[in-house]
């Protein structure tokens, strides 16, 4: 099971860029990078997901390392709605792997 | 287009009642997933079920937890003779199954919040 690293916690100020970053050093080439996040009492949320290049969709883009041992998640304007924790899952098959995820504080 | 449906959202137990949480996947899912959340800690995975099969129950407890997730009917996780330890959020999820299980999304419902008293 690849192993991630996240920073515990984030700031971020209200309509600037927010970069979470995420080591999985131990991924295996064929695991896609899932990023999730859970807003309080709630249950965990798709953000987007990618293989080896780079990704975007409405809520976030996703970068990916070339090594692939790493990857950041890009939210572009930082809204209150936006405060959560955020996971990092490579995912290695039917089993996502939660670890503890980024708690992201957006400050108005 | 709804989405995953859990029910009830809070369950409350006494010690050595049995606990029934219900899962409706998302329309054309047929594969769904629980997790276990402890208060202040991340999901845990317990198991993996496609219509009439467990898949994966790696994660599942020995004792007293089991699921299913029938033909007809959304999928149930039991727990019997809850413990106070059993306190926590169910999550359920469920993903189409039709991109391999390494590419598929999984979307998760609004949980289900066991009490045990």
């Known amino acids: 099971d690849a192993k991630t690293t996240q920073p515990n916690s984030m700031e971020s100020n209200e309509e600037e860029p927010v970069h979470l970053p995420c080591n999985h050093s131990t991924i295996s080439g064929t695991d896609y990078i899932h990023w999730y996040r859970q807003l309080p009492s709630q249950g965990p949320e798709y953000v987007i997901h990618?293989?080896?290049s780079n990704v975007n969709n409405r809520m976030a883009s996703l970068a990916i390392a070339e090594d692939r041992k790493s990857s950041t998640l890009i939210l572009h304007r930082a809204t209150l709605r936006d405060a959560a924790v955020y996971y990092c899952?490579?995912?290695?098959?039917?089993?996502?792997?939660f670890g503890t995820g980024t708690s992201l504080t957006v400050i108005p | 287009n709804a989405g995953v449906m859990q029910n009830p959202r809070h369950l409350v137990r006494r010690r050595g009642q049995e606990a029934r949480l219900r899962c409706s996947p998302m329309k054309g899912h047929s594969h769904v997933y629980w997790y276990r959340q402890l208060p202040e800690e991340g999901l845990k995975f317990m198991v993996y079920?496609?219509?009439?099969?467990?898949?994966?129950e790696s994660g599942m407890p020995k004792e007293r937890f089991s699921a299913e997730f029938p033909k007809e009917g959304p999928s149930i996780l039991r727990i019997q003779q809850v413990v106070r330890g059993d306190s926590a959020a169910y999550f359920c999820a469920s993903s189409p199954g039709t991109s391999g299980s390494t590419t598929d999304t999984q979307y998760f419902g609004p949980g289900t919040r066991l009490t045990v008293l």
């Open positions: 079920l496609q219509k009439e099969n467990i898949i994966d």
């Open positions: 990618g293989l080896t």
């Open positions: 899952i490579p995912n290695t098959g039917n089993q996502f792997y």
